[in-house]
């Protein structure tokens, strides 16, 4: 029965259905369920992530806001490494960017392909959502994820994602970074701004505001927003590789 209450909650999740989450939750669903084993597919098919991150992919707002409230994680990845954010920033879907930020996600957080969302965004041209990760603090800089190589070394890519790419070259020049505190937005020096010294990932123009994001997400997202093999279940450290070989063999085509 436990299990059946679970799919329940990720299927209404996916349907963008309000009542069919409230109704799942109420009789006791786990709000983080995650079955990696799944295909997608067969009569109820379940996709190998959680109710939240499913209303990202589909980009139901107010199921997301929900699940938030109620507690669901912003860092349980799906079975090919993602986080909630990378789904969200890739698929466009700005309300729920800025939704998954406020509560506390980390913004520089990294896939197995060690791309941030913010270089996931400008990999789709998504000009708006570009702005958006900048905004709240994200490193404009991060040039070492599989994206940012490709958009270094591919003429088409770059046409592609120019606007983009335009947005994070003047990041880049101002030379100032955010404090990633969602109530402030605080530009400043990178030396100025303390690193959070959990995750190294969030900085702060001030303790208050490191206070401030830890009460609104990020306790729930340090030290559990960084991305290693070891920590992958073995289908997801197979799907990574698999995904890396096939890129660098269409490469070599």
């Known amino acids: 029965m436990a299990e059946n209450v679970n799919e329940a909650l990720v299927l209404a999740a996916g349907d963008g259905s309000l009542r069919g989450v409230k109704a799942a939750l109420k ?3 786990d709000i983080d369920f995650y079955e990696p084993d799944s295909d997608g597919t067969g009569p109820k098919p379940i ?3 959680t109710a939240l991150h499913l209303a990202c992919i589909m980009g139901h707002v107010d199921v997301v806001r929900l699940l ?15 986080a909630p954010l990378h789904s969200a920033v890739s698929k466009g879907w700005i309300k729920v960017v800025e939704v998954l930020l406020q509560h506390g996600a980390t913004v520089d957080i990294r896939d197995g392909f060690q791309n941030t969302p913010l270089m996931a965004a400008c990999s789709y041209n998504h000009v708006d959502i570009v702005r958006l990760p900048i905004e709240f603090g994200a490193r404009p800089d991060v040039d ?3 994206i940012a190589e490709r958009l270094k070394v591919e003429a088409e890519n770059r046409v592609f994602a120019e606007e983009s790419l335009k947005l994070l070259e003047e990041a880049r020049k101002s030379k100032l970074l955010r404090c990633c505190n969602p109530k402030c937005h605080k530009p400043d020096y990178r030396k100025n701004l303390k690193l959070c010294a959990g995750c190294k990932l969030t900085r702060y123009c001030s303790r208050d505001c490191q206070k401030q994001h830890w009460s609104v997400g990020h306790k729930k997202c340090c030290g559990h927003d960084v991305y290693s093999d070891e920590q992958a279940d073995p289908f997801q450290k197979m ?9 660098e063999q269409a490469d070599q085509m």
């Open 27 to 29: 009789a006791g669903a």
């Open 47 to 49: 996709p190998p992530c």
């Open 68 to 82: 938030l409230r109620k507690g669901a994680s912003v860092v349980k990845r799906d079975r090919a490494s993602f």
């Open 144 to 146: 070492d994820g599989y």
């Open 239 to 247: 799907t990574v590789q698999l995904t890396k070989q096939l890129l």
